[in-house]
């Protein structure tokens, strides 16, 4: 973040090894954050990334005093190797299928049934399957009826197959149940933002044991803290929206730990991945209201 106080200069160390430099330009505005990248850095696993800056004067007396800048910052991303702007990997989505549904924002809320997703990636191990009253997968093991009749739109989608419904089943990490999101079954859904900031995700979905209750929620390919473990404990063998998140501290999941930051306006992924299999996913919204009340039936349009 600059300051008119000075340029502090930061150093980037990866491993104990200075990887990056960057000083801060001259600035007329306290606190402007200034986006630095630096491309082909390695991480290992375990590797300690650190963050060294100095304090600095731009010897502008004010008062008598000497002002010092303090290496102010506020975030460091790591992006994976070839990975795309949000933008274009929308428009890569988009262009592949030209009925690609693009759903739009809009007063800081927008709604989307499930099973209008734009693609379905990571789909060897599961897979979402679509079911109405036309249309039943013919998976097994399934060992839930279905639910249909009483879904937003008449239809929802489906983990399959089904292993694990509750604590007697055996979890197979990677296979039936992945703690880490962006490994299995990933639904992709193109938005266009016209409000940037900060969006709480509520998602509708029908649980009927202890172990169908989990999901991850992502962003343009990316799978922030804050989109981990979207958790249902309450009303079970009913539709039920949520927007907690399972933690240490409370496995039922806690209030307003579930968000996505949209940093810029325009064209975006919103993306789910499966954390438990056999979870039966209705419909999502995000708002920016951290205090929405919780929908009743299939929620806003």
Not at 144 to 153: I, L, V, Y
Not at 238 to 256: K, N
């Amino acid at each position: 973040m600059t300051e008119t106080d000075g340029e502090s200069t930061y150093k980037l160390l990866v491993g104990g090894k200075l990887v990056g430099q960057f000083t801060n330009p001259k600035t007329s505005i306290d606190y402007k954050p200034t986006p630095k990248t630096w491309k082909n850095i390695s991480v290992s696993k375990g590797a300690t990334v650190r963050v060294e800056f100095n304090t600095a004067t731009n010897s502008n007396k004010t008062s008598g005093r000497i002002p010092y800048a303090r290496g102010r910052w506020i975030a460091l991303t790591l992006v994976p190797p070839g990975a795309k702007k949000a933008k274009d990997r929308a428009r890569d989505i988009i262009s592949s299928d030209s009925t690609t549904r693009i759903f739009e924002e809009t007063g800081g809320l927008v709604a989307v049934e499930a099973e209008h997703f734009a693609l379905q990636t990571e789909t060897e191990t599961r897979k979402w399957y679509i079911t109405s009253a036309a249309q039943t997968p013919e998976i097994t093991p399934d060992g839930d009826e279905s639910h249909a009749d009483s879904a937003s739109g008449g239809a929802y989608i489906e983990i399959l197959p089904d292993t694990r419904r509750n604590h007697s089943m055996k979890l197979i990490h990677g296979e039936n149940f992945s703690n880490q999101p962006g490994k299995l079954a990933i639904l992709v859904y193109p938005v266009h933002f016209n409000t940037p900031g900060r969006y709480y995700v509520w998602v509708r979905a029908y649980s009927t044991g202890s172990e169908d209750n989990g999901i991850h929620v992502g962003l343009d390919g990316t799978w922030p803290d804050s989109g981990q473990r979207l958790q249902w404990c309450e009303a079970k063998n009913s539709w039920r929206w949520e927007s907690m998140q399972r933690t240490e501290a409370e496995h039922c999941g806690e209030p307003y730990k579930i968000y996505l930051d949209i940093e810029q306006p325009g064209l975006h992924t919103i993306e789910f991945s499966m954390r438990e299999d056999v979870f039966e996913f209705d419909k999502w919204l995000m708002t920016k209201d951290r205090d929405f009340i919780r929908p009743e039936g299939a929620g806003p349009s």
